[in-house]
């Protein structure tokens, strides 16, 4: 059976992203492996907007424990990826991101791809998961 992601509802963030001419593969449109560094290009910025790093959420590191890619079109160099987001399912050590990648061609939304990437709390300086420290959960929503 295929992967259906099913999005959390709200969207709470969006950043626009550029296609580069690096992200282009041999079939002319947007390698699967790059929608990952698309993805991890927009959860950089989602972070940002706190002030947060991955190796600095409010006094945690992140990693992405898991991912799930739906395909859903084709991108291309010279689109923007608009990316929304939407966090759910979190827990004491670890959240969900959801991303809704997206284009506009001809004056009509295209989607591009859903994502859902699991993401874990953890101590880089002792190489071990940690508990969602409480300015990071107020940011996510609790």
């Not at 699967?32 to 190796?55: C, P």
């Amino acid at each position: 059976m295929r992967i259906r992601i099913q999005f959390p509802t709200p969207f709470t963030f969006s950043v626009a992203i550029p296609v580069r001419i690096s992200d282009i593969n041999y079939g002319g449109h947007v390698g699967n492996d790059r929608i990952l560094s698309i993805v991890h290009e927009a959860r950089m910025a989602f972070l940002a907007q706190w002030n947060y790093t991955e190796m600095n959420a409010g006094g945690c590191g992140l990693i992405m424990a898991d991912s799930a890619i739906q395909y859903k079109a084709e991108a291309f160099y010279g689109d923007t990826i608009l990316v929304e987001i939407a966090v759910a399912n979190i827990g004491p050590v670890a959240f969900d991101l959801f991303y809704k990648l997206s284009t506009t061609r001809s004056e009509k939304m295209i989607p591009i791809a859903f994502v859902k990437a699991g993401m874990i709390c953890f101590d880089y300086a002792h190489r071990k998961i940690e508990n969602i420290p409480g300015d990071l959960l107020k940011c996510l929503g609790l």
